[in-house]
């Protein structure tokens, strides 16, 4: 089944630690796409990736890195979450330059206190 | 820059009445042009695209949107609303930039079927 997965999906943390949330996809997608999800703002792009070991910023990139060492992983880390990052993450991929369906992930909530 | 609109933020009908979900964007060139469904608790799922060709494209569910060039609009249209499709929606603007392609969502338009 084509899919795209996030993990975890729920996470609860304390500022200052870092995490990681995972992504992969198993559609052997060139392009693959954050996006944090918040009331009233919708959807805002982090970053993207265009294919392997080409990323860069979308609209809201501060407090967060990404790398696309693998064509069908692409983390999101912060390394040090604040409060602010606290969020509703997605994770999308879809085919040649991004063009055409976006697929999404089931999301990640996460929260930081 | 960029942009897309959603006009209105809520939107409730009676259940089996039409429904129109407005949607605006600012862009120098024909974008590609996508409508996107969120159920509660649930990631967003396409309904519907359009690249180029035939303004008046279909989807899934039931739902068609209109491209209309000179209002830089592509509306989501339904004849009846069944009570499933409460939900968020979300318009969203594909673009190639110098660095590479980009998606912008609009805010979203919340309906809600009564």
Same mark, same amino acid.
């Given at each position: 089944? &084509? #899919?795209?997965? *996030?993990?975890?999906?729920? !996470?609860? %943390?304390? %500022?200052?630690?870092? !995490?990681?949330? %995972?992504?992969? #996809?198993?559609?052997?997608? @060139? /392009?693959?796409?954050? /996006?944090? *999800? $918040?009331? =009233?703002? =919708?959807?805002? #792009?982090?970053?993207?990736?265009?294919?392997?070991?080409?990323?860069?910023? =979308? $609209?809201?990139? @501060?407090?967060?890195?990404?790398?696309?060492? @693998?064509?069908?992983? +692409?983390? !999101?880390? !912060?390394?040090?979450?604040?409060?602010? #990052?606290?969020?509703? /993450? +997605?994770? &999308?991929?879809?085919?040649?330059r991004g063009v055409g369906e976006q697929y999404f992930g089931p999301g990640t909530r996460l929260t930081v206190t | 820059a960029q942009s897309v609109t959603q006009p209105d933020i809520h939107i409730t009908v009676s259940e089996g009445a039409s429904l129109e979900l407005r949607c605006n964007y600012s862009y120098g060139a024909t974008p590609y042009l996508f409508w996107y469904v969120q159920s509660p608790g649930q990631g967003l799922q396409l309904l519907l695209k359009y690249f180029s060709g035939d303004t008046l494209v279909q989807g899934i569910k039931g739902f068609e949107a209109e491209f209309k060039r000179s209002q830089s609009s592509f509306n989501l249209r339904k004849p009846s609303v069944h009570w499933s499709d409460a939900a968020e929606y979300f318009c969203a603007v594909g673009f190639y930039s110098n660095s590479g392609y980009a998606l912008n969502f609009g805010k979203g338009t919340s309906l809600l079927v009564t």
């Amino acid at each position: 089944e &084509a #899919q795209v997965t *996030q993990n975890p999906r729920y !996470l609860i %943390t304390v %500022t200052g630690k870092k !995490l990681t949330v %995972t992504c992969s #996809q198993n559609m052997n997608h @060139e /392009y693959m796409s954050w /996006y944090r *999800q $918040d009331p =009233g703002l =919708g959807l805002r #792009q982090i970053y993207y990736s265009m294919n392997v070991e080409v990323t860069d910023k =979308g $609209d809201v990139p @501060e407090g967060y890195k990404v790398s696309r060492k @693998e064509k069908r992983n +692409f983390p !999101l880390i !912060l390394e040090s979450p604040s409060p602010n #990052q606290t969020s509703l /993450y +997605f994770c &999308a991929s879809s085919s040649y330059r991004g063009v055409g369906e976006q697929y999404f992930g089931p999301g990640t909530r996460l929260t930081v206190t | 820059a960029q942009s897309v609109t959603q006009p209105d933020i809520h939107i409730t009908v009676s259940e089996g009445a039409s429904l129109e979900l407005r949607c605006n964007y600012s862009y120098g060139a024909t974008p590609y042009l996508f409508w996107y469904v969120q159920s509660p608790g649930q990631g967003l799922q396409l309904l519907l695209k359009y690249f180029s060709g035939d303004t008046l494209v279909q989807g899934i569910k039931g739902f068609e949107a209109e491209f209309k060039r000179s209002q830089s609009s592509f509306n989501l249209r339904k004849p009846s609303v069944h009570w499933s499709d409460a939900a968020e929606y979300f318009c969203a603007v594909g673009f190639y930039s110098n660095s590479g392609y980009a998606l912008n969502f609009g805010k979203g338009t919340s309906l809600l079927v009564t």
